[in-house]
């Protein structure tokens, strides 16, 4: 499972690491685009496995932000 980024831009920070507990709806980071800070929100709740793109990075839309163990498991 994964969380997607939703549009292409600068990865300006991420607030979550792996190990963390994630929910449904929270704020995991905030990507800047045309000079905008837009918040990346998780569409689906668990435990990251592993964070895929770091601050500063520049990353497109579609592009795999978080990698999550499903809570359900």
């Known amino acids: 499972m ?7 831009g600068n990865l300006w ?3 979550v690491k ?3 507990h994630i929910e449904k ?3 995991v980071a905030i990507l800047e685009s045309m ?3 837009i918040p990346i929100v998780a569409d689906r709740s668990g ?6 793109r770091h601050e500063g990075d520049f990353v ?3 592009d795999v932000l978080l990698e999550l163990i499903d809570s359900t498991q």
């Open 2 to 8: 994964t969380v997607k980024i939703q549009m292409a």
């Open 13 to 15: 920070k991420v607030h």
């Open 18 to 20: 792996a190990g963390d």
């Open 25 to 27: 709806g929270e704020e």
């Open 35 to 37: 000079k905008m800070e």
């Open 47 to 52: 435990t990251i496995k592993e964070v895929k």
């Open 60 to 62: 497109n839309e579609g």
